[in-house]
């Protein structure tokens, strides 16, 4: 079955700096990654995915790559503010599954 | 409004005790989730349903048990409740015509004393 990896585990960066939560995959059949972010006490809540078919995508201060021949895609958020604080998972899941594979979460820490 | 709706949002129990965590949802989603998340940790999966009367157990091994007579409704059941079930429970929908985005409920947060 399919084994996503995440990391880091904790992120701890000043407000204005860059974050990058990486994960990797290992069935190459995987083509949807979705990220999702949980502030505290909060459901997960999806921020932005990818599509086998595309390398990059960008939406305002996130954005997610995707290398599918090294099976490893990230999150990188610019210019940090606090209430990005938040616990953050990758997941990776294929057609015809609907059972994502879920990393198991980032904590991002954004000081003021 | 569509969304997902978990009752009761917190709830403590005694040992021994059977549950029944209810979740629905009004956003037609044909696929529906229940997974186990201590705060802040990885989500476990412990079922899943494709629709009606399809039930599936999912990695995490669980003493609980679900059912799905209903399309937007999906609850879950604790025969016997423990200390170790102590944790919050998630609901998740998902649509049909390829999407894969998963939406989530608020939780409920169960204590076993």
């Known amino acids: 079955g399919e084994n996503v990896e995440q990391h880091p585990s904790t992120l701890s960066v000043q407000e204005g700096d860059s974050a990058v939560i990486k994960c990797t995959y290992s069935?190459?059949?995987?083509?949807?990654f979705p990220w999702y972010k949980q502030e505290l006490g909060k459901r997960p809540q999806l921020i932005i995915d990818i599509r086998s078919n595309v390398g990059e995508k960008k939406d305002q201060r996130i954005a997610v790559t995707l290398n599918k021949t090294a099976k490893h895609f990230s999150l990188h958020i610019t210019e940090t503010q606090p209430e990005d604080s938040a616990v953050y998972f990758c997941?990776?899941?294929?057609?015809?599954?609907?059972?994502?594979?879920f990393g198991r979460g980032t904590s991002l820490i954004v000081h003021p | 409004e569509a969304d997902i709706y978990q009752t009761p949002r917190y709830l403590v129990i005694g040992t021994g005790k059977k549950i029944t965590l209810e979740c629905s949802q009004t956003m037609g989603h044909d696929k529906m989730y229940w997974y186990q998340q201590d705060p802040g940790m990885e989500l476990h999966l412990i079922h899943y349903s494709y629709g009606v009367n399809s039930t599936e157990k999912g990695d995490l091994s669980s003493e609980s048990t679900v059912s799905r007579i209903r399309t937007e409704h999906f609850p879950l059941t604790l025969e016997s409740a423990r200390p170790s079930h102590t944790s919050q429970y998630l609901c998740?929908?998902?649509?049909?015509?390829?999407?894969?985005?998963?939406?989530f409920g608020p939780g409920t947060r169960l204590t076993v004393l």
């Open positions: 069935d190459s059949a995987s083509n949807y």
């Open positions: 998740a929908s998902m649509g049909s015509g390829g999407a894969n985005e998963q939406f």
């Open positions: 997941a990776a899941s294929k057609g015809g599954s609907y059972i994502p594979t």
